[in-house]
C-alpha cells in the first residue's frame, strides 16, 4: 500500500477528493472500504478508483465453423422458444401449446446453427478464435472527500496486514 495525499480533480459538482491508499490489487481496496465501513466511517464520501487501465482479452478456445455453429444453434433455439412462448400467451392454442414450442425450438435452432456457421465461414480464416475483453487496472486507488480524508488516513493505519 502506497500513501498520497494528493488531491483529485473534482468533476463538475461533485466535492474534491484526496487519495488516502492505493493498492495494486482491487480486492485489497475493497478490504480497505470494508474496513473503512465496520469502522464506521461515512462511506458513501469514499470511491475505488482504477488507475492504468489497459484492456485485457481472454482468448477462450478455437473458433472452428463447427463450434460457431453449434453456438449458433443454442442461441437459436433460446430465441425461437422466446418467441414461441409469447405466441401462446397471445393466443388460445390449447393442445397445440407444446407443438409451438417444439417448433419454435427447432426452426430456431437451425436458423441459428445456419447463420452461425455461415458468419464464421465469411471470417475467412481471421479470428479464429472465441475470447472474453475486460478491462484491467494496474493499481486501485481509494479516494474520499478532502474534508474527512484526516479521518480516513488514520482509521487506515489500523487496518490489519493481509
Known sequence: MDEA???AAPAQGEPSRTTVATYNQYRDAERAVDFLSDKGFPVERAAIVGTGLKTVEQIAGRMTTGRAALIG????????????????????????FFGVLLYGLIVGALFGA??????????????????????????YEVQVDHEVSAQAKQLLTELPAS
Open 5 to 7: 495525499t494528493t488531491p
Open 73 to 96: 444453434a443454442g442461441q437459436g433455439a433460446m430465441i425461437g422458444l422466446f418467441f414461441a412462448l409469447l405466441l401462446g400467451l397471445f393466443f388460445t392454442i390449447d393442445e397445440a
Open 114 to 139: 445456419t447463420f452461425g456457421a455461415i458468419t464464421q465461414a465469411m471470417q475467412g480464416g481471421r479470428r479464429d478464435f472465441a475470447s472474453v475483453r475486460g478491462m484491467q487496472a494496474e493499481r
